[in-house]
């Protein structure tokens, strides 16, 4: 896991200073500043969408997060309308295709309920009796 960990970040080092350390003019940089915050951003908001197939097999969301998928779809409409209002289209473009992307996990709570593992009966075995 330490190796992995370390792999990510040296790969973020190195992006980052492609898009910063290079001297170049803001023109230039903060295209590239934008494109680098928006992958970033956008892997952030899709990532719980690699377990629709376990959802759909399972008929369960139990893997996915309710809280995370309605707070990441709240907050990506409202920056994507930040980024409409003062005409930044990397906030605009990356925050709406996430708040789209959580929507679509919030889809899947209507669809596939989360199943709940079976609860033990009462008195069953435990230690201390009552």
């Not at 309605?70 to 005409?87: D, F, N, R, S, T």
């Amino acid at each position: 896991i330490f190796l992995g960990f370390m792999a990510v970040v040296g790969f973020v080092s190195m992006v980052a200073s492609y898009a910063l350390l290079d001297m170049a003019p803001p023109e230039v940089l903060v295209p590239r500043l934008g494109m680098l915050c928006s992958c970033f951003s956008l892997a952030m908001y899709t990532t719980p969408l690699a377990t629709v197939p376990t959802v759909i097999r399972k008929r369960s969301t139990a893997a996915l997060s309710f809280s995370y998928a309605l707070g990441g779809h709240v907050c990506g409409l409202l920056w994507a309308l930040y980024g409409y209002e003062v005409g930044d289209a990397f906030i605009e473009g990356v925050n709406l295709t996430g708040g789209i992307g959580c929507l679509l996990q919030l889809a899947l709570f209507a669809v596939y309920p989360a199943k709940l593992p079976p609860e033990e009966p009462a008195g069953g075995g435990g230690a201390g009796g009552a």
